[in-house]
């Protein structure tokens, strides 16, 4: 059964750093892209981040780029989101999915239950 | 960066059909995918592909496309299908993904 669980989240002061994880579970982690979506309170799905199957190459948010980074360790089956300088508009529940592709189609399969990320002083 | 534009909300009688649409300039070289969400939960996939069901979705729900438009439509909606619905794509550039706002559907 193929599980992603995340973890991580909490209170933290504006401008501070959080560092979330994703453990995957069920299925061979290496071989999948993974995604970072976010949800604020009350709105609706924004796609954060991505990392290849190798952790060679990623993507972000034009609204985290620079302040986030997204990494893998293959080895551990675990997906991370280091996130600094954060701000009040980075509250959300955090999610990890699994991507899938094939040609002209993309989609999350798999998603984790979410980690509650809140910045406030 | 693309955008995925979806109405806010929708409504449908008890067993009749609704059709949630999105619209995306991404959505003429990607096809979009459908998720649902119910309230307290995490998003389920529901729609991918041209037309595609991952395994325990109803058949119920089926995925169309034409032009910059994806549409998802249920057949016989029932109380449980009231949730929150999104689309999803890459972006023109394919290195990026964006979702659509939702579409919040109410089964009266």
């Known amino acids: 059964e193929v599980q992603l669980v995340e973890s991580g989240g909490g209170l933290v002061q504006p401008g501070g750093s959080l560092r979330l994880s994703c453990a995957a579970s069920?299925?061979?982690?290496?071989?999948?892209?993974m995604h970072w979506v976010r949800q604020a309170p009350g709105k609706g799905l924004v796609w954060v981040s991505r990392?290849?199957?190798?952790?060679?190459?990623?993507s972000y948010a034009d609204s985290v780029k620079g302040r986030f980074t997204i990494s893998r360790d293959n080895a551990k089956n675990t997906l991370y989101l280091q996130m600094n300088s954060l701000r009040a508009e980075d509250t959300a529940v955090y999610y990890c999915?699994?991507?899938?592709?094939?040609?002209?189609?993309?989609?999350?399969?798999?998603w984790g239950q979410g980690t509650l990320v809140t910045v406030s002083s | 960066s693309s955008e995925l534009t979806q109405d806010p909300a929708v409504s449908v009688a008890l067993g009749q059909t609704v059709r949630i649409t999105c619209q995306g300039d991404?959505?003429?070289?990607?096809?979009a995918s459908w998720y649902q969400q119910k309230p307290g939960q995490a998003p389920v996939l529901v729609i991918y592909?041209?037309?595609n069901r991952p395994s325990g979705i109803p058949d119920r729900f089926s995925g169309s496309s034409s032009g910059n438009t994806a549409s998802l439509t249920i057949t016989g909606a029932q109380a449980e299908d009231e949730a929150d619905y999104y689309c999803?794509?890459?972006?023109?550039?394919?290195?990026?993904?964006?979702f659509g706002g939702g579409t919040k559907l109410t089964v009266l």
């Open positions: 999915a699994r991507g899938r592709s094939r040609i002209a189609e993309y989609y999350f399969d798999y």
């Open positions: 069920g299925f061979t982690f290496s071989s999948y892209w």
């Open positions: 990392i290849n199957s190798d952790g060679s190459s990623t």
């Open positions: 991404s959505l003429r070289s990607y096809y």
């Open positions: 592909g041209k037309n």
């Open positions: 999803n794509s890459r972006d023109s550039s394919g290195n990026l993904w964006v």
